[in-house]
């Protein structure tokens, strides 16, 4: 989530520092609070509707010019100043060139925005694909019942949950969507997610090592992702999807 600087709980005023300030305040505008002022989630969520529209368009090689000039407005208003948020705004008045208003409306997003479930709706569909592979894990030890990949309209921002049973989600802060950019971190996120969704709702430890009784892990090694066991220095009881 974008960091909002201080200023955007107040506003500068013209008003100038009186006659009797001194050394640097001379001449300085004043700096007053401002009640009406928007909140650091009132301008994330302006930010997140703003951003997702041209990082489509950008995407797809179709940005619009008025949507990239009030993505450049907005930040331009609110936020730190930076001379590529300026050429965008610069570029999209001009209206001629969509190429490279595109190129820099990425470069201006690229620290600003992470695409979530409605812009890159493939890695929702990453995430569902690794549950395929948890549930098998679940059927192989005996686990039963229901269980699914959500994204509440409550979560801010829009984390995906795993619902197992119909009884709700663990207590994790849920699958962030970046976590669906690639097989390997789909996979841990979703297992870990589901692991936490099975402890809270049957208070048991799901799954178990079967060498050493104790619980298992979601985690990366050698490039897989498996469930790992702590137990006798740590070893990998099985790759995720695979337990038997």
Request: charged content about 25%; aromatic content about 8%.
């Amino acid at each position: 989530m974008f960091t909002w600087p201080r200023g955007h709980y107040g506003v500068m005023t013209r008003e100038q520092a009186s006659d009797g300030a001194s050394g640097r305040d001379a001449g300085r505008q004043i700096y007053r609070s401002d009640p009406h002022a928007p909140t650091a989630d009132q301008l994330n969520a302006q930010l997140e509707r703003l951003a997702g529209r041209v990082y489509v368009q950008a995407r797809d090689g179709a940005v619009d010019f008025e949507a990239a000039f009030d993505l450049a407005g907005f930040l331009i208003e609110w936020g730190p100043a930076d001379p590529l948020v300026q050429e965008l705004a610069e570029l999209s008045v001009e209206g001629t060139d969509r190429a490279r208003v595109a190129e820099v409306a990425m470069q201006v997003l690229a620290h600003r925005y992470e695409p979530g479930f409605d812009a890159q709706p493939a890695r929702l569909a990453a995430l569902e694909e690794a549950l395929d592979a948890v549930k098998a894990d679940m059927r192989s030890t005996g686990l039963t019942g229901p269980v699914r990949v959500v994204v509440p309209e409550w979560a801010s921002p829009r984390s995906a949950f795993v619902e197992f049973r119909g009884d709700g989600y663990g207590s994790t802060p849920g699958i962030a969507p970046e976590d669906g950019s690639d097989t390997v971190s789909a996979l841990i996120a979703v297992a870990d997610d589901a692991q936490d969704s099975v402890i809270e709702t049957l208070h048991e430890v799901w799954p178990v090592c079967p060498v050493h009784q104790l619980g298992a892990h979601a985690r990366e090694h050698d490039g897989a992702a498996v469930w790992w066991c702590n137990g006798n220095g740590g070893h990998v009881i099985v790759t995720i999807g695979q337990w038997e």
